[in-house]
């Protein structure tokens, strides 16, 4: 079992990343109707930066190329604790998207401003492993948001926010079992389209192991292994591209 302090950790770290079919202040007259479209999600790694898949990125710039709206619809969603206890809504706009150059990376990030401190009280970066030490049977957790919009909305109505905590374990590490730096891990979770770019964390202290890009027919998640070191390498690889005008 999850322990409650470590599920809301996480879960205040984990967003919906998607868009909105219309402007924000029309959105915000009616959070309750489905104008925030899911397509994937991602985790806080620094304080306004988001981790996800590159095929969420992609994702993102296609369903733009779809339907001509804006660079400023695209949006992330988090579920936290407002200053009374009760779970907000807290939507910020993205600011910058990319992934990363190298294609063989399915590694994306975006990037955000905080506006009113006070909705990121309880908001804050997931902690990455150091090293690699992955076991198979090791029990793992999954947050994220399995069917995006759809398992949200009920009669066309917004009816229930935030992502959904899975626990599973590790069946298998890739290239084989045994090896000390795996190169993908396959999880025993029910998967589904809109979980790509969740973390995958150890249900005892809610550090990241890996993030869930994947799945075969809804049965075996599949997830790229992360150290705290992987990932600050890409952050910086992600720095030098947006300054360069690359991403």
Same mark, same amino acid.
């Given at each position: ?13 984990? +967003? ?5 079919? %219309? ?11 489905? $104008? ?21 990125? /992609?994702?993102?710039?296609? =369903?733009?190329?779809? $339907?001509?709206?804006?660079?400023? !619809? ?43 401190? =006070? ?14 030490? %992955? ?7 999954? +947050?994220? $948001? ?19 905590? !899975? ?16 190169? /993908? ?50 952050? =910086?690889? $992600? ?9």
């Amino acid at each position: 079992m999850i322990e409650p302090d470590v599920i809301s950790r996480v879960r205040n770290g984990v +967003c919906a990343v998607g868009f909105l079919t %219309l402007p924000l202040d029309q959105y915000l007259q009616n959070t309750g109707s489905p $104008y925030f479209q899911v397509v994937g999600t991602g985790f806080l790694v620094r304080t306004t930066t988001v981790m996800t898949n590159r095929h969420v990125v /992609e994702g993102l710039l296609d =369903e733009q190329a779809n $339907y001509g709206f804006p660079s400023s !619809q695209f949006f992330l969603s988090f579920i936290a604790p407002s200053q009374t206890g009760e779970l907000q809504i807290i939507v910020r706009m993205v600011r910058h998207l990319a992934a990363l150059s190298n294609p063989s990376l399915d590694v994306g990030f975006a990037e955000f401003e905080i506006v009113h401190e =006070e909705h990121f009280r309880e908001i804050a970066p997931l902690d990455v492993a150091a090293s690699i030490e %992955l076991k198979v049977t090791e029990e793992i957790g999954v +947050c994220g $948001y399995p069917y995006g919009t759809a398992m949200l909305k009920k009669d066309n109505q917004i009816y229930r926010w935030g992502p959904v905590v !899975q626990q599973g374990f590790i069946s298998s590490l890739s290239p084989f079992d045994t090896v000390s730096e795996p190169d /993908e891990i396959l999880l025993d979770v029910r998967t589904a389209e809109g979980m790509s770019g969740a973390p995958i964390f150890r249900p005892s202290t809610g550090e990241v192991i890996g993030i869930h890009h994947s799945g075969w027919e809804a049965t075996t998640g599949l997830g790229l292994p992360l150290t705290s070191k992987k990932v600050t390498e890409w952050l =910086e690889l $992600y720095d030098n591209q947006r300054n360069k005008g690359m991403a």
